[in-house]
């Protein structure tokens, strides 16, 4: 139980933003915590912080992104050079960059419609307790307070923290490449029975991030004590699940050609010029996925293939499509009761696409430029559609697969923005591209709109 005394840190983050673009966000970190914490903000810098003692930071209006992390076992010069046993920031006291694993970070991401999309991950790991919650603000309370670093697995423990699988194996099952579908693994599933509240791994967005209404003041990121976490998963799910509407979509082929409508979960449907198919998806679905097909050829038992988004074979998908395809993404009824949608190219694009609300005022979503595969950069072409550059080239810097925040638009993923400025362009791309309405809305997906 030793452990469980040690970490007493206190990280208040004030968020004080009326459109964030206009006014900035003010930040005031104090460390509570019995030893010495070198606090960083990803803009802001760096600063040591002996206990009791605030950092005030002022983010800039603009900023797309802003992280706060902790740091422990740090040494610097008097120049401010030097390194950290966690959450090291390229040997630099005053942070330039992201941290190294391990380190757990609050995450700021101004969003659409006047929300804010906030969150917590352990997606670099583990390295000090911390709580996030809003105050006079009707938002989801996030907290990691968990003896995680006294039980690390075995193969996660390093020095100070408690890794990221990715980090330590390296491989797509923990690292979650564009187009590679990846769900909860065994280490993931340890952070999240611990803190049930934070991304746990790249596609954890059902439970990891909350949405909070600008102009609120303030949130306090509270580290604090350790706390034994036994809040299953499952109890959270059911939650969403109970109390939340499903959705009704109609798919709607305007194409001048046979479109093989696909939707998962939903199945798919061959849909001639004009043709509507009816898909209803449950309440509390996340990650569904809408998107066409191109070139198919099945036979009577519903087998065959097509030359872009082919799921496995099958008319009736029961999986992913196969890039390339534009995708049209929901997850219904998640924080407040707001679904998450978007249109995304990150798996390429085949197919024009709008994506739009039934009787409600969010926004419609496009990526209709007819001349998208005609005008394809020559390294991504291919039959039927223009390919992501993931798929293509397979590094890092198109796949993204280290951490959130580590890579950015490039000049693959700026031809796909130029065309469809609504779309994830880039499996980062969240700023422009993921946007809110309430649960309960219906939706219409049309195909060359």
Known sequence: MSRL???????????????????????????????????????????????????????????????????????????????????????????????????????????????DFIDMSVINGFNVPMEFSPVGAPCKTIKCNA????????????????NNACVVFKTAQYCCPVATMCGPNEYSKFFKERCPDTYTYPNDDQTGLVTCPSGYLPYILNMSSVKNYSIPLLVLCVFFFTFGQGANFDVVNQCPYTVWAAASPGGGKRLETGQTWPVVVAPGTAKARIWGRT?????????????????????????????????????????????????????????????????????????????????????????????????????VEYCCTIEYGSCGPTEYSKFFKDRCPDAYSFPQDDKTSLFTCPGGTNYKVVFCP
């Not at 003896?147 to 408690?162: M, S």
């Not at 993404?329 to 978007?342: I, K, R, T, Y």
Request: with cysteine; aromatic share 8%; net charge negative.
């Open 147 to 162: 003896d995680i670093i006294g039980q690390c697995p075995e193969k996660l423990r390093t020095k100070g923290g408690c």
């Open 295 to 395: 070139g198919c050829t099945f036979d009577a038992s519903g087998k065959g293939k097509c030359d872009t988004g082919d799921c496995n074979g099958m008319l009736e998908c029961q999986g992913y499509g196969a890039p390339p395809n534009t995708l049209a993404e929901l997850a219904l009824n998640q924080d407040s009761n707001n679904d998450f949608v978007d249109i995304s190219v990150v798996d390429g694009f085949n197919i024009p696409m709008e994506f739009s609300p039934v009787g409600a005022s969010c926004k419609t979503m496009r990526c209709a430029d007819p001349n998208i595969n005609a005008q394809c950069p020559e390294k991504l072409r291919t039959k039927g559609g223009c390919n992501n550059p993931c798929t293509v080239f397979k590094t």
């Open 5 to 115: 005394k040690k970490c007493l840190i206190l990280f208040i983050f004030i968020y004080i933003c009326c459109f964030i673009f206009v006014q900035g966000t003010d930040f005031d970190i104090v460390n509570q915590c019995p030893y010495t914490v070198w606090a960083a903000a990803s803009p802001g810098g760096g600063k040591r912080l002996e206990t009791g003692e605030r950092w005030p930071v002022k983010v800039q209006p603009g900023t797309d992104k802003a992280r706060i992390w902790g740091r422990t076992g740090c040494n610097f010069d008097a120049n401010g050079k030097g390194k950290c046993d966690t959450g090291d920031c390229n040997g630099m006291l005053e942070c330039q960059d992201l941290g190294a694993p391990p380190n757990m970070v609050a995450e700021l991401i101004p969003g659409a419609n006047n929300l």
